[in-house]
């Protein structure tokens, strides 16, 4: 069993910035990967990043790329999220997620293992 706590959501302006962390506790964190889905009001759970076991391979939805950077520290059992050039269109509950299956695997639609409690960020225009 995981255990995932997320942190770092909030309110910020159209073109600013936030950073979520999500610590994990349980079983090997540096075996699984993880990632952030999100979800908008009204709208379906959607994949925005993943990261392999190592961080050596990321993933991101088209919407994000360029503007999202994902990474983790094994060491502090953490993943991150910076999130920058933020638009109101990123408004949602963002969730951290693991698995015991590679980065790849989730980025083309398979399902987490684990889930935190999610994070709202709302980017206002």
């Known amino acids: 069993q995981v255990q995932l706590v997320e942190s770092g959501g909030g309110s910020v302006q159209a073109g600013g910035s936030l950073r979520l962390s999500c610590t994990a506790s349980?079983?090997?964190?540096?075996?699984?990967?993880m990632g952030w889905p999100r979800q908008a009001p009204g709208a379906e759970r959607e994949f925005v990043a993943s990261i392999s076991w190592s961080g050596g391979r990321t993933y991101y939805a088209d919407s994000v790329k360029g503007r999202f950077t994902i990474s983790r520290d094994n060491a502090k059992n953490t993943v991150y999220l910076q999130m920058n050039s933020l638009k109101p269109e990123d408004t949602a509950v963002y969730y951290c997620a693991a698995g015991t299956k590679s980065g790849a695997y989730y980025y083309t639609g398979g399902v987490w293992d684990y889930w935190g409690q999610g994070t709202q960020v709302t980017v206002s225009s």
């Open positions: 349980g079983r090997a964190f540096s075996s699984h990967g």
